[in-house]
């Protein structure tokens, strides 16, 4: 399907405004916070206000980058489906190129920026989770797996170690446990998203979970990543680097994961009761899908904010 026909963009407000929404800035802020939330743990405190500012703009650049480089490549598939027909690139308004161009500089620049502010270490990890998120999981897996965001998914886990590794120059067990707590946190809060907007996916022929394998699979397994979260989110409290306080809140926050994906599944379509109930079951489950989806993003920026401020927490 040929990219959607729209009238360019008129005004540098208007201009700019497409230009920055390549960088999926919304996305890039709750990667930012699993970067900078880590970074006092790591510190045991007060991490260098270099290395914050380091993480915070390079990070931002890195993803935002990332981001572009995904709006260039996937412009066919965009163009099909109406959550994305719009956006500048299928719409238009911005030529493929530049979307490209941007991507690859600001990924550049992000480098330096982590590389000169603070270590080799974060800015390898950022470029690398670029890298995943261009090559494994766009080019690669998004068009051909189901498991698509299992794998890919674990570009948007990379943060949580540039932030540690731009304190401590080093990866450990806390570090590897806050990245596979983003790692089985995707799933479950992407097959939510997947669910709603599924007729979309399908029209692209993207083969995400729900499409091909149905609803009650995709729910099935969100419960078991969900389960898998809540159990590597207590790790930083055993190595050491976390406070009970941070145990406390971290069970809470994993247990009322779990709960809203087990209520998730609960509300799938019950054979053999009719035609009524199945619908207004159906409907239930539509609001459950939101609702682990919403639940999902509050979920994650409440524990990082919870183990950020764990230093100084008994």
Known sequence: MNAVTTRPATGALSVARDYISLL???????????????????????????????????????????????????????AEMMRTRLRPVPGGRIPPWHALAIGIALNAVAFAVLLAWANLLAAMLALAGTLIYIFVYTIWL???????IVIGGAAGAVPPLVGWAAVTGTLDLTALSLFAVILFWTPPHFWALAQVIKS???????????????EQSAKRQSVVYALLTAGVSVVPFFTGNAGAVYLAGATVLGLGLVVITVVYLAGATVLGLGLVVITVLDLA???????VFAYSIVYVALLFMLFAVSPFLP
Do not use: E, Q
């Not at 939330?37 to 380091?54: E, Q, T």
């Not at 993480?55 to 490549?73: E, R, Y």
């Open 200 to 214: 979309d996916y399908a029209r692209a022929r993207i083969p995400m979970l729900p499409v091909v394998a149905g």
């Open 285 to 291: 489950g539509r609001r459950w899908t939101r609702r």
């Open 24 to 78: 999926k800035l919304r996305i890039v802020l709750l990667l930012d916070a699993t970067a900078i939330g880590v970074m006092f743990p790591a510190a045991h405190g007060h991490p260098r206000v270099a290395a914050v500012l380091a993480v915070l703009v390079g990070g931002t650049l890195a993803a935002g980058g990332a981001h572009a480089v995904n709006c260039w490549f996937d412009r066919d598939i965009d």
């Open 142 to 148: 998004k068009r051909s797996t189901p498991h698509n």
